[in-house]
């Protein structure tokens, strides 16, 4: 049982490059999320999707998208990358009748120069 | 919106001894989850210990325990024994219980314990 699985775990791009981040769980979780992690805060959400199909902005949106084909798998794309989204990448799941137990992966570190 | 509000950035006590972590929260929100995370250098959330609102008692893990106080919006995590492996940085999350799996997490606290 794999969890949730982020690839890759590093990346640098340069200033309007695009990319995806990928997040993929094998635990046919309903809930998947996107957070960014920069220093000296905590993580903030960027998307969300509460099953295939459906998706939402949190509280970071701007510069991503996301889309949702599958239960497995919820990729986060970055356009035209900035150095304002220079940071560490989590993607979350969890299922729909217990949202409170998160299965976090282990992060992308992204680098825009 | 909720806000999670951790004041402090950096603690360090020597092994063994208790420490305690400080968490404040603002929500119009009646019935919602809180949690604490610990992540390690390796990069990993790993889920400390989690507590519904809804509730009355305090959640223990083992060592791990808090003090949640739900009129003042404080939820305070207390190690006790503490060990070099709990050298981490600890966040304070808040979540609705209805909805979609939405955290609003706090700064973070830098723990370090000293040998």
């Known amino acids: 049982n794999a969890g949730v699985t982020q690839t890759p775990k590093f990346q640098v791009l340069k200033t309007g490059q695009s990319m995806t981040l990928l997040c993929a769980q094998d635990m046919n979780h309903e809930y998947m999320s996107w957070y960014r992690q920069d220093p000296g805060m905590g993580l903030r959400l960027i998307h969300y999707s509460v099953g295939a199909g459906i998706t939402d902005q949190g509280e970071v949106p701007n510069g991503y998208n996301v889309s949702r084909s599958t239960t497995e798998d919820f990729p986060l794309r970055l356009l035209s990358a900035a150095p304002s989204q220079t940071s560490v990448y989590f993607c979350?799941?969890?299922?729909?009748?217990?949202?409170?137990?998160?299965?976090f992966g282990s992060g992308t570190q992204l680098s825009v120069l | 919106a909720q806000t999670v509000t951790q004041s402090q950035p950096e603690m360090s006590v020597q092994e063994a001894e208790t420490v305690t972590l400080s968490c404040t929260y603002d929500?119009?929100?009646?019935?919602?989850?809180l949690f604490w995370y610990k992540q390690p250098p390796s990069r990993q959330m790993i889920l400390v210990i989690r507590q519904e609102a809804y509730k009355q008692q305090n959640a223990t893990e083992n060592r791990f325990s808090v003090n949640f106080q739900k009129a003042a919006k404080s939820f305070s995590l207390k190690i006790s024994d503490s060990q070099l492996g709990d050298t981490a940085m600890y966040f304070c999350a808040f979540m609705k219980i209805q909805g979609a799996q939405k955290l609003v997490f706090g700064q973070g606290t830098r723990l370090t314990i000293n040998p």
């Open positions: 979350a799941s969890s299922p729909w009748d217990a949202n409170e137990k998160l299965f």
């Open positions: 929500t119009s929100e009646n019935n919602y989850y």
